[in-house]
């Protein structure tokens, strides 16, 4: 297979090995105003350089997430944007400078967008599942590169589709011709487990969707109508149903000048019992607002309800920028892409309605907005977004906020999505030193990295009502990690004993147990058949 070779990258093809894990502090949480809906609210947004973030985040998400989009810089040479999109950037440069050496500072742009895009990559891969599926948006600039990288990174074997996508309209600094084509490259972790979405098309004899069946459907009114149609013909088929709202619902014939008159269901009430509990009904409300009944038939299943999707995004040309006027009421970011785009992309990655979500190119948060957008069907969707520039905060977390409460005058967006998020900023290292922890740094946080570190596929916390040292279990072997912050921690016969205690699946066959220091014989190790690992800190302050 072909490789891409550059400047400087024999200095960052292992660079994702050497960036510290580092801590996140949380600044803030946002919930939803009361009396919006009810949906997740432990949702991400972090600032900071993604590199760091990306880092940090392993520990608990490493080899969870389902989906990854991400929209880098698409390394233009325009420095004039918002989002700067080259790697001119001050903190870029600094990173280039300490990575790669003096050297840097004669590499071309394309080589210091490698540099930079190399190591976000190679972590981005660690932390998707085995049947996660991640989208790259770019343009004719680094589109070849990032093609061989990619193939390199994920696996020739792992591409999946190059999506194009129609701009809206032409670029006019275009010298030869009005380019008006971009690019999505999707990749899975691993090929053979991924399962594409199906694209779901419209049916002019069934016009609506049904999201718990996914099927298409059209009404046919509930209440009789024609010939026999009154109270009096079956007085029996008479009865209440209740609407969403709680109220009865009765077969009423409404006249033009809203007249009542008695009528009656056609089903008996222990089908129509059933309908209402399989949801075979739905109640629409008419120009008097009154609801009315009426009954969904589903297109049969030989009619044909969806394909596979296009790489031809041609029908998403709708405008991002006035998604966000419309949320801002005026201009705040160039070129950003649609929530439409996003949640075809999450439909076309066929995540599940609890996946997590990844965007370490936030932007102005279209990904976000996406997410919770799709949460209005049920969903329990969790985002994770991060972004380096200082308008994290204005526009990214601010935006978020108004999805979550509602924004502008459409129905679909004034009563917002619900749900809420946590603001954090990139903190302090895990470790002071090579060996030595920060002492400052959260017993979760710890637990999380050493959980990691035994690729334990779920680390406990204290409070899972196991032995309060209790780190995990796998493969028959119990994981133990005993640590206090202010005192030295001893493996010892007392220390066995409490670890007798019940809350584990199964008695194990081997245990794996952290702690500042061991007082058992070699032998008597072998015997309870333990593994002693040393906490890495600085015991000799205590």
């Known amino acids: 297979m072909p490789e891409l070779m550059w400047s400087g990258k024999d200095k960052v093809k292992f660079h994702h090995?050497?960036?510290?894990?580092?801590?996140?502090?949380?600044?803030?949480?946002?919930?939803?105003?009361?009396?919006?809906?009810?949906?997740?609210?432990?949702?991400?947004?972090i600032h900071g350089d993604n590199l760091l973030a990306l880092k940090s985040l392993l520990p608990e998400f490493g080899g969870k997430?389902?989906?990854?989009?991400?929209?880098?810089?698409?390394?233009?040479?325009n420095e004039n944007w918002v989002y700067n999109d080259n790697v001119n950037d001050s903190r870029i440069q600094k990173w280039l400078g300490e990575v790669v050496g003096k050297e840097?500072?004669?590499?071309?742009?394309?080589?210091?967008?490698?540099c930079m895009m190399y190591p976000r990559l190679k972590l981005l891969k660690q932390l998707l599942a085995d049947d996660g599926v991640i989208f790259i948006s770019i343009d004719d600039n680094e589109q070849a590169c990032l093609k061989l990288i990619c193939d390199e990174i994920f696996g020739y074997g792992n591409f999946v589709a190059q999506f194009s996508i129609k701009r809206q309209g032409g670029r006019q600094d275009s010298k030869f011709f009005a380019k008006i084509t971009e690019y999505i490259f999707c990749y899975a972790k691993n090929s053979n487990q991924f399962i594409s979405g199906q694209d779901i098309k419209e049916n002019e004899s069934y016009p609506k969707f049904d999201k718990n069946k996914q099927q298409f459907y059209k009404t046919q009114l509930l209440r009789k109508w024609g010939n026999s149609s009154l109270k009096q013909d079956r007085p029996n088929l008479y009865y209440a149903i209740p609407a969403p709202d709680g109220n009865d619902v009765f077969p009423i014939i409404y006249s033009d000048n809203g007249e009542k008159i008695d009528g009656r269901w056609r089903w008996k009430p222990k089908k129509m019992e059933k309908a209402l509990k399989d949801g075979l009904i739905e109640f629409i409300k008419d120009k008097n607002?009154?609801?009315?009944?009426?009954?969904?038939i589903f297109q049969p299943e030989s009619g044909g309800k969806s394909k596979k999707f296009s790489t031809w995004l041609e029908k998403l040309n709708v405008s991002g920028s006035a998604e966000l006027k419309d949320i801002f009421g005026s201009s705040v970011f160039d070129y950003p892409k649609p929530p439409q785009l996003l949640e075809l992309i999450l439909k076309m990655a066929n995540v599940n309605k609890n996946a997590i979500i990844l965007d370490s190119f936030s932007g102005s948060g279209t990904t976000a907005h996406a997410v919770l957008s799709l949460n209005k069907d049920g969903g329990n969707r969790r985002f994770i977004g991060v972004e380096m520039m200082d308008y994290a905060e204005t526009i990214t977390a601010e935006r978020i906020r108004r999805v979550?409460?509602?924004?502008?005058?459409?129905?679909?967006?004034?009563?917002?999505?619900?749900?809420?998020?946590?603001?954090?900023?990139?903190?302090?290292?895990?470790?002071?030193?090579?060996?030595?922890?920060?002492?400052?740094a959260s017993l979760a946080a710890i637990r999380?990295?050493?959980?990691?570190?035994e690729n334990l596929q779920q680390t406990w916390q204290p409070e899972n009502g196991v032995s309060p040292h209790a780190l995990g279990y796998q493969n028959g072997t119990a994981y133990v990690f005993y640590y206090e912050q202010d005192e030295v921690t001893t493996l010892d016969l007392p220390f066995l004993q409490t670890l007798q205690a019940t809350g584990l699946p199964e008695k194990p066959e081997c245990w794996v147990i952290y702690a500042d220091k061991v007082v058992l014989t070699e032998s008597q190790l072998k015997t309870f058949n333990i593994v002693f690992k040393r906490i890495p800190r600085d015991i000799s302050r205590f």
């Open 17 to 45: 090995h050497d960036v510290p894990f580092y801590l996140l502090n949380q600044q803030y949480h946002f919930v939803a105003e009361e009396g919006k809906p009810q949906n997740r609210e432990d949702n991400i947004l």
């Open 65 to 77: 997430i389902n989906c990854i989009y991400i929209d880098p810089p698409y390394n233009t040479g």
């Open 104 to 114: 840097g500072e004669d590499f071309s742009r394309h080589d210091k967008w490698l």
């Open 289 to 296: 607002n009154n609801w009315i009944a009426y009954e969904k």
């Open 404 to 440: 979550i409460n509602g924004y502008g005058n459409k129905p679909e967006t004034q009563n917002g999505t619900g749900g809420g998020f946590t603001f954090y900023t990139i903190g302090d290292p895990l470790f002071i030193a090579p060996d030595t922890l920060n002492p400052n």
């Open 448 to 453: 999380q990295y050493i959980g990691y570190t």
